[in-house]
């Protein structure tokens, strides 16, 4: 029998995070304050996040230690297990090796509760009493939720009003979890009142969603502000998922030569992705790293690269990344965790150094690649996953065109039992593709007056 899972023990949880901006050698540029555009400190974060977080984001450390409480919260679905993807390679008949992470067996079914966990802990600490945030597929919201509940933190969610009307089964999982949930736009902050107020009809977006979330945050005491992705500390904590894959590769007797995953703000991507490029950066490696991204929000393929708000209104520091202009809403695919228009700053820093690959690829292809891996592997994979499955695939295709096998690395960020109304709407034919135009990309930058790197 060939070995299928490659599993690891409780005690060989992380014991530290790691924070690959110490082995940068051209580093992100700093934020920018949203009014003055001049380089902010730590001080101007602190009504959003708590201190120990706000060193975390700015700190050049390259372990940072994983508290205990943590470890032992992690302990409840980590370390999480590998595969081999037999089934896939066996329909795919090709020569390459495919592994896959899966992160889909934490309580919220994602890689999302490794970085709620902490924010939750570090928030708790310090005397938090609540915590907004937002949400796209319901899938951050979730665990934040799952996460608060642990530390007895309120939580109110604002969830993108596409996913809010098309998931009612996250919504219901945060409600059980204690958290309070509002379709974005709202009626609840000045910031959805102007969104609503040019098109009551707005599908929302993870910008405008932000949006809401840091003003209820900055206008109340004793709320602060969680983001699920983009954030350097957000990033780190994701690293879990590479550390553990590294050892369990190593048990394997392998090691990729191409590591996959899913981009939506980069912070499963950076998990994965991150501890390899160790590699590459200090140990002489030279793994690819390919993000994936969906064709209807091609910030990484077709965005440009300069300093941009990580929301829509205009409300958080101006950070470099790669963007679509922040007013920009993509269309409404199924993968509501990959509709945001910007990409974090480490992640952005290292596609413009040339240092890891994007891709985008098409819905309805993604589809595809989750329905043969559902049927061939068996899980059924969110539609943000599929993007990595579908990329593993034209990977695998093309090495066996060249005559060469690849060891093949993917992150299944989570599994899609919530999302099965879409599987059954491209079951049944009903899923489009949605390819930006060129035009639409045009005039949503050229509105951005930010600063240009
Ligand atoms: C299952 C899943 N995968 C991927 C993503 C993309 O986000 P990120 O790039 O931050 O991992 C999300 C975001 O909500 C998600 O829910």
Known sequence: MQQRKILLEESEIPTHWYNILADMKSKPLPPLHPGTQEPIGPDALAPLFPMELIKQEVSTEKWVEIPDEVRNLYSIWRPTPMFRALGLEKELNTKSKIYYKYEGVS???????????????????EGVKKISTETGAGQWGSALSFACNLFGIECEVFMVRVSYEGKPYRKIMMNTWGAKVHSSPSNLTHAGKSILAKDPNSPGSLGIAISEAVEVAATNEDTKYSLGSVLNHVLMHQTVIGLEAIKQLEKAGDYPDIVVAPFGGGSNFAGIAFPFLQNNLTGGKKIRAIAVEPTSCPKLTRGVFRYDFGDTIGMTPLIPMYTLGHNFIPSPIHAGGLRYHGAGAIVSQLLNDGLIEANAINQTECFEAGILFSRTVAIIPAPEATHA??????QAKQADQEGVSKTILFNLCGHGNFDLASYDQYLSGKIVDYEVSQEEINASLSALNTPVI
Request: hydrophobic share 35%; charged share 15%.
């Open 389 to 394: 499955i579908a990329e593993v695939i034209r």
């Open 107 to 125: 309580p919220a079914g994602s890689h999302k509760p490794n970085t709620a966990i902490p924010q939750a802990y570090y928030n708790w600490k």
